[in-house]
């Protein structure tokens, strides 16, 4: 399968994968597998999506949050991959935050909006064993944040 294009008939605009602002890397390889960093919630005009679920945002909110995440996430495996996503096996795990009020109780469908890119992209090779947690607070306040591990070829 061509993930660059499934991306380009999915109509997807990958964002920027950003540099860190911390002491940290954005991703990282260990043998075939490829860490990346949390990638926080951002939409397409580079403004952070914040908020807690249960207060400012509803679920679809989150799940929108979620799937920018995501986008994030193949920006940052496009960049460690030396644009070349057909070096990718498979995701092996995402990681999913929501910032939540503590009687929120659909982190599993914010965090969908993560899955179901990461799916629709890397079809079978995307399908991930998964986390959805809720936390008191995100950097920057920010409503989701989302990291991953794939394997490589």
Known sequence: MNFDQK???????????????????AAKISNKILFISGQISIDENGNLIKGKLGKDLNTEGGYKAARRCALSIVAQVKKACGNDLSKI???????????????FIEQPKVINGASDLIASIFGENGMHTRAAVSTNSLPLGVAVEVDAIFELN
């Open 7 to 25: 991306i380009s008939e999915l109509n997807i605009d990958l964002p920027k994968a950003a540099d860190p602002v911390g002491s940290y890397v």
């Open 89 to 103: 096996k498979s995701c092996v795990k995402l990681t999913g935050f929501v910032n939540s009020t503590e009687d």
